[in-house]
């Protein structure tokens, strides 16, 4: 079903009022959530609302926290999340690499204990809009790992997502690699169970460590692992993402004393940089739109696909998105109206469109 992505905002804000949270928190993460799924990351999306009702009802997540500085030292700080909701507390500490890189030409801000952050695009956007390059290094802790190590048959680590993040050279079109480092994210997984399909490939391993296509591996005990992306190339920069958010960064790795929580913590180092002290702005741009350029001018393998920049299929999916609706399978639908039912709201079906 394709549903129209204000209508969906609006209850999603109910359901986090519900939870708790005053109108401006609701707002921040319903807006985050929707914005997911306007950019095509389901997975990020509205369907996460159950997983943070949970999550509030077991304490792992604390309405109405902004975090603060725990310390800092000019360019560098270290910022607490306080449990908050990571929609705000990363919003807050990305506001706060903005200030330091645009005084001092580099920041560097890390953010531990976290919930959620959601899709860390979110953040890298709001580098490039401010004119900076940033790179944010990300790990989870807090619950029990999803992602094998290359050469490894159990899970050991998490999908650690990574993002680097190039000021626009043309309107409206920032360049953001936002990825996670394992062939899918979890909540990709998640999509696929709640729609009945068999994942596309096997990206995944069951838990006697052998490639399946079902999703299901993934939600039974005992449990299967995704796999790395990119074999050991992919496993190592997941393995780097982990040092650096979560050793690095002060937040915790995922070592066992870290884990089974049930609940999503992370942590988050970002790196930004105001790129102007290095080279003249009108310069880069014009070096970025003449690479630009000349890459996306590769012909296409195949007709309808043309080469594309990091970011461009969040852009494109957010306009045909915005204009035709959101997609939500019956499942998500289910358990989104369950998880407001648990904080006694009345979650009625808005009108919905086949798809
Ligand atoms: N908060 C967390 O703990 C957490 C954990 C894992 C993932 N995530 C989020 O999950 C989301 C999904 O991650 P993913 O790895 O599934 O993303 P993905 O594989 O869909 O995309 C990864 C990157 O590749 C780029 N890309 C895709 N197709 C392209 C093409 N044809 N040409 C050029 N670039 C292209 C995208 O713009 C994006 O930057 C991300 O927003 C990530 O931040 C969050």
Redesign the pocket.
């Known amino acids: 079903m394709l549903i129209d992505h204000d209508k969906l905002r609006a209850i999603a804000k109910r359901v986090f009022e519900a939870g708790g949270s005053s109108a401006e928190e609701a707002g921040i993460v319903s807006d985050h959530l929707i914005e ?1 799924n306007l ?3 389901d ?2 999306g509205v369907g996460m609302i159950p997983r943070y009702v949970g999550n509030l009802r077991l304490g792992t997540v604390t309405p109405n926290r902004k975090g603060r500085i725990l310390k800092e030292s000019g360019a560098i700080v270290a910022y607490d999340g306080e449990r908050g909701y ?1 929609q705000v507390v990363a919003a807050a500490a990305t506001r706060l690499a903005i200030e330091r890189a645009e005084k001092n030409g580099v920041s560097v801000v890390a953010l531990r204990n976290a919930h ?6 979110t953040y890298g956007e709001m580098c490039a809009e401010a004119g900076l390059v940033s790179v944010h290094f ?1 790990n ?1 802790i807090g619950h029990n790992p999803i992602v094998a190590p290359h050469r490894g048959g159990d899970a050991r680590l ?4 990574l ?1 680097v993040a190039v000021p626009a050279a043309e309107p409206g079109r920032p360049i ?7 062939k ?5 997984v998640r999509v696929a169970k709640n729609r009945g399909v068999a994942m596309g490939a096997a990206h995944i391993i069951d838990s006697g460590g052998k490639p399946t296509t079902d999703p299901n591996a993934m939600f039974q005990k005992p449990t299967g692992a995704i796999l790395p ?1 990119a074999e050991h190339k992919g496993y190592a920069l997941a393995f780097i993402c982990e040092l650096l958010a979560g050793a690095i960064g002060g937040g915790g790795t995922l070592r066992p004393e870290n884990q089974g929580l049930d609940t ?1 913590t ?1 942590c988050m180092l970002s790196f930004v940089i105001d790129p102007s002290r290095i080279a003249e702005r009108d310069w880069m741009r014009d070096e970025i739109l003449a690479i630009t350029r000349y890459v996306t001018a590769s012909p296409a393998q195949n007709p309808g ?1 043309p ?8 852009r494109l999916s957010r306009l045909e998105r915005a204009k035709n609706g959101v997609p939500l399978d019956a499942e998500t639908w289910r358990e989104i109206v369950n998880a407001g039912e648990s904080l006694g709201l009345r979650v009625e079906a808005p009108n919905m469109s086949a798809s």
């Open positions: 997911a950019r095509g990351h997975s990020h990571g959620h952050i959601g899709r860390v695009g990300v989870v998490s999908t650690n997502p993002c953001i690699l936002d990825m996670a480092t394992s899918v994210a979890l909540g990709k992306m999503i992370n696909e080469v594309l920049i990091p970011g461009d299929p969040e």
